[in-house]
């Protein structure tokens, strides 16, 4: 059996998709904070996460964060988060060897922005933090360290998205978004998925 660890299930899409692999009758853990916080590097992972062969990096967060009103604090904030926290926990999982299995990593990431210009103005750091991830997936991906997937979603209606940005094209729902993650759980020969 599946045991899938998702990360950020307080809301959004991963609380829609911790529920989508408990109906499936997936081993489902989650990490949430305060316990795990992605800023922070001295948490502890249970030993029970040596038997976890999924992983979904899910967890993420976005801020309004344009050059015109760059702020140091929230950039580095979105960065640790995004970025720097993923690469701590994939290393903690996979490069400690915690894991019994070599875990399949399930990377969520960002359709390209650079197709919303106007969108794009408003939220450098978040866009360069989803691309910094989507490198580190596929250095990962070379090195053959672990099996990577990589998803890559259009806006997905949840607390993150901003609607007071100049929004256009495809928004999913929270549940639409949970599907296609579990569709590529669940593939066998899909290195990536892209919905456009
Ligand atoms: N919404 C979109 O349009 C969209 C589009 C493409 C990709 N994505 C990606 O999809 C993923 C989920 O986003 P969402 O839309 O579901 O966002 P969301 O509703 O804001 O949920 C984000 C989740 O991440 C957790 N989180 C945030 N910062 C954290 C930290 N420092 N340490 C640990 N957990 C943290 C949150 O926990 P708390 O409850 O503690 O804050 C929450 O559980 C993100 O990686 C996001 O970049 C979203």
Do not use: W
């Not at 809301?11 to 305060?34: D, E, H, M, V």
């Amino acid at each position: 059996m599946k045991t899938i660890l998702i990360t950020g299930t307080t809301k959004g899409i991963g609380k829609k998709l911790f529920s989508l692999c408990k109906r499936k009758g997936y081993n489902t853990l989650a990490l949430n904070r305060p316990k795990f916080d992605l800023k922070n590097p001295n948490y502890t992972l249970p030993r029970i996460y040596k038997n976890i062969n999924t992983i979904v990096l899910n967890a993420g967060t976005f801020s309004r964060d344009s050059l015109r009103e760059f702020s140091f604090k929230l950039s580095r904030g979105i960065l640790e988060t995004n970025l720097i926290g993923n690469m701590l926990l994939v290393h903690k999982l996979v490069t400690e060897k915690r894991l019994a299995f070599e875990p399949l990593i399930v990377f969520i990431l960002t359709e390209d922005l650079l197709r919303h210009p106007s969108l794009l103005q408003e939220e450098y750091t978040y866009a360069i933090s989803k691309k910094g991830l989507e490198y580190f997936a596929t250095l990962l991906e070379n090195s053959l360290v672990s099996r990577i997937r990589k998803v890559y979603l259009p806006l997905v209606d949840t607390q993150m998205l901003d609607y007071s940005l100049p929004i256009t094209g495809e928004i999913l729902s929270a549940e639409q978004a949970a599907e296609i993650i579990m569709e590529v759980i669940n593939g066998t020969d899909l290195p990536s998925y892209r919905p456009i």
